[in-house]
């Protein structure tokens, strides 16, 4: 390694993805010079071909033998169990782990910026109130819903966040068949269907094409440039203004400060390994929740002896890991009429339906008081027939082969149609949840990777088993003839959050409510970092529209 | 994730088969391939040999080789062709023409596997050696017991054999490593040298996504 050069510019921005985009789009087109690190390559519509192989391969993701996490998960015995993991990359690509979302997009709502005030504290439980309140951000949820095109119908419901739009800028996409099925069981379970908002095109836009409806979604990347992933919907756009350059294959590895502990430069190693610093008078990380700690615990400076902004130790802290579960219902085929089996097996059209109605849970007979709930979306898994082949390879436990083995795969392939839920629920931050450098594994670049540890409260599977139990309800209220589900006490790899969350107070928090971390003036974090708790839903929504609110932010102090 | 469904926690992976090959050699889990149904004494009359498998003509050009009902030609870059007979031989039995849904021979088996055998990972998981290393110990098996290579016994032998092997880890997770590229012939887009004429696929009612992998834009084009 050789240090070769420097650049110049206004604002470094660590990461592509919907974190950093946002600022690199609003920031360059104010005239400010912008560079935004990627680590990954550029790709786009042309190269997502619906190929299974490309998943199967983790093509577009950091690899095992480059980059890794340290794991350390409950073991089961009350003990903490280590192991080394490539979960948590999501998208080693421009624009990031957007490329392969599902893109279901909820808001947050007001009781999520005051969980501590609304629903006091949980022994064993970091909970804190937001900074700010929801009203501050909900002109930017505004902004993301129209600047990278959400489409959806606003249905009023009990838990129905206040709007200052009567409804999302584009209409829903189309939608399968099951959709009338569930509005009907729904309906007479006594609870309130609703449609679901995407970060998917319905109608072009921005030079975007609508939806295809091949079927092929979520973990596929998106063809017609409908997905809005931070690419296709911000950084597309954002590159032709002149301002706002996009280096690839460049991986960031420290952030210098001066003498006042400020943010003065950033290191990157190019794709010949030899490192450039590039100087700027803002530095923006977005770089995925536990990167964005490793990145500030790994900067050192003179005013930033155990990591820039980690005085009171709360650099990696909080960290939260989507709480939750999923379940299925089966059904059964030959139990349904001709008709009824076309529209169990048509392929194209989304689900797309959801149910709040235990946002909040006030039912005396499962908590003594009222608790904060959850959100289940009604879902398809993106079709990935050579996985769900090798599901049929084995009959309790003992390999199947010969007719057995193709009996096993034609049945599971064409006699019963399996349709899916999530369930969303706040992972309760805790002193076992938390990012720190590894003393041992170390990257391809020779920098100490991150040890994520994942501690959870007993109370995160206690709220989502009462909401999974609501979701068997439907789908056998659907008709279907197997239903069952069952909660997560693992991380759900790639909705981790916290971490760098902010607050007023330094000794409690790593940034301040603009999103700036605490002990400098100009280094700004605008990933999923920042959340205290993640809401009961994804959270890529919140981290579009908080960036463009910190956006401003910095755009004022320009 | 699978990568993925939000909470996705299927696993596609393939079996485990570098500790298989430890396992193999190491003499001990041949007694755990062997349990079973094999007489004691073809262990006693084996322990004293090391798997003897010969792959000097590895790279040797294959000639046609019969498939049912059509000729199909094969690059032999990393099989020979006796090698690439008792692989048919074996996947005819674990996908076998049971008149309902392709064959192994139907799925462009042996082309996919030999094509499957030319990735970077397969081929540093060391696959191919291993599904080499299995094939000859299944022949001994074969010829200890029945003074035949395993082709040419008959599909009740066949199988008895392939039941034994089924019953032990290592033998299991060799036949697993077969059927887990035989899945992948059966299901993955016809691009890729199995699922001809999406056969595949139409016996599973599936429908591929679009647009379908082209020249230039395969995964390892990006790797």
Redesign the interface.
């Known amino acids: 390694m050789k240090s070769l050069k420097a650049i110049e510019c206004d604002v470094c921005i660590i990461g592509s993805g919907v974190g950093g985009a946002p600022v690199a789009s609003e920031l360059s087109k104010a005239g400010h010079k912008v560079i935004v690190l990627e680590k990954g390559g550029w790709?786009n519509e042309?190269?997502f071909?619906?190929?299974?192989?490309?998943?199967?391969?983790?093509?577009?993701?950091s690899k095992m033998k480059e980059e890794r996490h340290v794991l350390s998960a409950p073991d089961g015995d009350g003990d903490f169990s280590e192991s080394t993991t490539t979960?948590f990359w999501g998208g080693n690509i421009v624009g990031g782990a957007s490329n392969?979302m599902?893109a279901?997009f909820h808001r947050l709502k007001p009781k999520d910026f005051r969980l501590l005030s609304e629903y006091g504290p949980i022994e064993g439980a970091n909970i804190a109130d937001w900074p700010i309140t929801y009203d501050d951000m909900e002109p930017y949820y505004v902004k993301a819903e129209q600047v990278v095109g959400i489409s959806g119908k606003v249905v009023d419901h009990p838990f129905l966040e206040p709007r200052s739009t009567p409804d999302y800028p584009f209409p829903p996409t189309n939608e399968h068949p099951i959709a009338k099925w569930f509005d009907k069981a729904a309906t007479k379970l006594g609870f309130h269907p609703l449609p679901m908002a995407r970060g998917i095109l319905s109608r072009p836009h921005n030079g975007r094409n609508f939806c295809?409806y091949?079927?092929?979604c979520?973990?596929?990347g998106c063809?017609s440039g409908a997905k809005a992933s931070s690419r296709a919907s911000l950084l597309d756009d954002a590159v032709k203004n002149g301002n706002c350059e996009v280096i690839t294959h460049a991986k960031a590895y420290q952030i210098n400060t001066d003498s006042d502990g400020n943010a003065s430069s950033v290191d990157y190693f190019d794709m010949n390994g030899d490192s450039i610093r590039v100087k700027a008078k803002k530095v923006v990380v977005a770089c995925y929740s536990m990167e964005s700690s490793r990145m500030l615990l790994a900067s050192k400076g003179e005013k930033h002896s155990n990591g820039i902004g980690n005085k009171y130790n709360q650099i990696g802290k909080n960290l939260h890991c989507c709480a939750?579960?999923?379940g299925h219902g089966v059904f059964d085929l030959s139990k349904f009429s001709e008709l009824q089996q076309n529209e169990l097996?048509v392929?194209g059209p989304f689900f797309n339906r959801f149910l709040q109605d235990w946002y909040e849970i006030n039912d005396k007979s499962a908590f003594d008081k009222p608790v904060k709930g959850g959100t289940i979306d009604f879902?398809?898994?993106?079709?990935?027939?050579?996985?769900?082949?090798?599901?049929s390879?084995y009959n309790d436990g003992?390999?199947v082969?010969?007719?057995q083995?193709?009996?096993n795969?034609?049945s599971s392939?064409?006699q019963s149609k399996d349709f899916?839920f999530?369930v969303f629920c706040d992972w309760l931050p805790n002193d076992d949840c938390y990012v720190s450098l590894d003393r041992n594994e170390k990257d391809k670049w020779g920098s100490p990777v991150a040890k994520v540890k994942v501690g959870f409260h007993p109370h995160d599977l206690k709220v989502a088993q009462y909401i999974v139990d609501k979701g068997v309800e439907v789908m056998k209220q659907m008709g279907a003839q197997t239903a069952f589900g069952n909660v997560?006490s693992d991380p759900?790899?790639?909705?981790m959050a916290g971490g760098l969350r902010f607050g007023n107070d330094p000794k409690t928090s790593a940034l301040d409510a603009n999103c700036r971390v605490h002990g400098t003036n100009n280094l700004y974090v605008t990933d999923g970092s920042f959340m205290p708790n993640g809401g009961s839903v994804?959270p890529t929504f919140t981290i579009y529209a908080n960036s463009f609110r910190v956006a401003d932010k910095i755009l004022e102090a320009m | 994730m699978k990568v993925y469904s939000l909470k996705h926690r299927k696993n596609p992976n393939k079996p485990k088969n570098c500790q298989f090959e430890q396992h193999w050699t190491s003499g001990i889990n041949r007694r755990e391939f062997m349990k079973g149904s094999l007489a004691l004494s073809v262990l006693a009359g084996l322990s004293a040999c090391k798997p003897s498998i010969e792959n000097k003509s590895a790279k040797k050009q294959v000639k046609l080789i019969r498939q049912t009902d059509r000729t199909v030609k094969l690059t032999g870059r990393v099989f020979n062709e006796k090698q690439l007979l008792d692989i048919q031989a074996v996947s005819m039995r674990l996908f076998p023409d049971d008149g309902d849904g392709p064959s192994a021979d139907d799925l462009n088996f042996l082309t996919y596997l030999e094509w499957a055998m030319t990735d970077e990972q397969n081929m540093s998981d060391g696959d191919p050696e291993f599904i080499v290393k299995g094939i000859g110990w299944l022949n001994q098996f074969a010829n200890d017991d029945y003074g035949k290579d395993f082709k040419e016994l008959s599909v009740q032998k066949q199988d008895k054999l392939l039941s034994t092997t089924a019953r032990s880890d290592a033998g299991e997770r060799w036949m697993a490593l077969l059927i887990y590229y035989l899945i992948e012939a059966l299901a993955l887009d016809p691009f890729y040298g199995g699922n001809t004429d999406q056969v595949g696929w139409k016996w599973l009612k599936h429908q591929g996504g679009f647009p379908n992998p082209i020249a230039g834009k395969t995964y390892r084009d990006f790797e």
């Open positions: 790709y042309q190269d071909k619906k190929d299974e192989m490309l998943g199967r391969k983790r093509i577009f993701r979960e392969f599902s279901y295809e091949s079927g092929y979520g973990s596929y063809h939750g579960g999923t097996t392929r879902v398809f898994d993106p079709p990935s027939p050579t996985s769900d082949a090798s599901e390879r003992d390999l082969w010969g007719t083995l193709k009996q795969i034609k392939f064409t899916k999530e997560w759900t790899g790639n909705l994804t």
